[in-house]
Structures are given as C-alpha cells and as structure tokens.
DNA sequence: ATGCAGATTGACT
DNA sequence: GTCAATCTGCATA
C-alpha cells in the first residue's frame, strides 16, 4: 500500500478533507499495527475562517498549519485531549488543515480497547479525542510526515461512500460553512 | 434517547 | 482570567 502523496495535501483545504475519506491511517508501535479507516472530517482554513486555529496567525501552537502540508498538527485541548489533523491547503493559502474526527477501526482493536481503556469494542475511536487516545497519538507527532511509513501515517484506500455535508462541530463562529463531513459504512 | 455537569491544563487576550 | 475543533458518567423520560 502506497501514502498519499504531497500533491494529494497541496489542494484547497476543503478538497482534501472530502477525499480523505475512506483513506486509511497507520499507527505503528513496535510490532503492532493499528488500522482505520477515515469516516469523519472537517476542514479549518486561514484568516478567512473565524473557527479556525489559523484565524488570527502563526502562533507557537498553530505553526505546524502554515507550513508543509501532508504533515500532522496535533494540539491538546479542553484540559486532557488531544486532536490529530492532517495540514492541507493550496499554494495560495497561507494556513489550512484537516481535522479527522472519526475512524472506522480495523486492525488492532484489542489494543486500541486497552489503551481507551474501555470494556467494549464499541466507540473506539468514533472521536477526535477517542481516536488520537486509540491510537496513541499525542504532542510527540506534532509535525510528524504523514507520507512517510514511520509510526503515523496515512495510506490510500478507496472506501469512499457517499458524503454527507453538515457544519462542523463544537465551533462558535463559521458555523455557517459546511466543512464537516461524514461517511457511512 | 437526550441532556447536563465536571474534569483539567495550556494558549491566548 | 477566560475558555477551548471533547468525553464520560449520571440523570431524567
């Protein structure tokens, strides 16, 4: 299996987060193999986008956003959680990335239920928070290359359904955009 | 099924 | 000092 390319990040923002749906993400930790497939993703932009981390510039936290696309911004928020993009945006745009909200688990879910620490197979990483706490991401892959097979990638896969467009979540401004969006399996 | 409080830290005003 | 691109558990119906 192949990574996306640079060139698949180098797009509009919102383009990129449509097709990665029904892309794959690999996480690797020693021997194991955690497997999903994108199912949920949100598109956050520049100063254009009053919801966007980007919206008032480069700042320490944000910085991954402005530069090479195809890498990871990972951020922590609300306390205890953290949430994993993919930065994407064209040549024109100063900032921009991918927000992966929700992951159809495929390989390794016995491994993701321990560290979600959680009885079920049910809800593994249905989340931004659930996802980065399945597959162990946190601040350390900040900036991570997502085209290269190291421990965090993302590889193609065409399991794309249909999408469905809806505002983005847990957002106060820019509501008004339809940048989430979602398929089922 | 739906709703709300509480957790808990760091980034930014 | 404020509040966040959230989740969980417990409450109500």
């Known amino acids: 299996m192949?990574?996306?390319s640079r060139d698949f990040y180098s797009r509009d923002t919102v383009e990129v987060a449509k097709d990665l749906l029904g892309?794959?993400?690999v996480r690797k930790i020693g021997d194991n193999l955690l497997t999903g497939i994108i199912s949920e993703t949100e598109a956050y932009k520049q100063s254009d986008d009053p919801a966007s981390h980007a919206f008032?510039?480069?700042t320490d936290r944000?910085?991954?956003m402005f530069g090479e696309v195809g890498r990871a911004y990972v951020y922590f928020t609300y306390g205890m959680h953290y949430c994993f993009n993919a930065v994407a945006k064209s040549d024109d745009m100063a900032a921009g990335a991918v927000l992966i909200r929700s992951l159809e688990p495929l390989e390794g879910k016995s491994i993701m239920k321990r560290k979600r620490k959680i009885k079920k197979l049910d809800n593994l990483s249905n989340g931004p928070a659930k996802l980065t706490q399945a597959f162990g991401i946190t601040k350390k892959h900040y900036g991570?290359?997502?085209t290269?097979?190291?421990d965090l990638f993302i590889?193609?896969?065409d399991n794309q359904n249909n999408i469905i467009e809806s505002p983005r979540i847990g957002i106060r401004n820019g509501v008004d955009n339809l940048w989430n969006f979602k398929t089922y399996y």
């Open 23 to 25: 892309k794959t993400l």
């Open 62 to 64: 944000n910085k991954a």
């Open 155 to 157: 590889i193609d896969s």
């Open 2 to 4: 192949k990574t996306l």
């Open 148 to 150: 290269k097979k190291g």
């Open 56 to 58: 008032r510039g480069i």
């Open 144 to 146: 991570v290359d997502l």
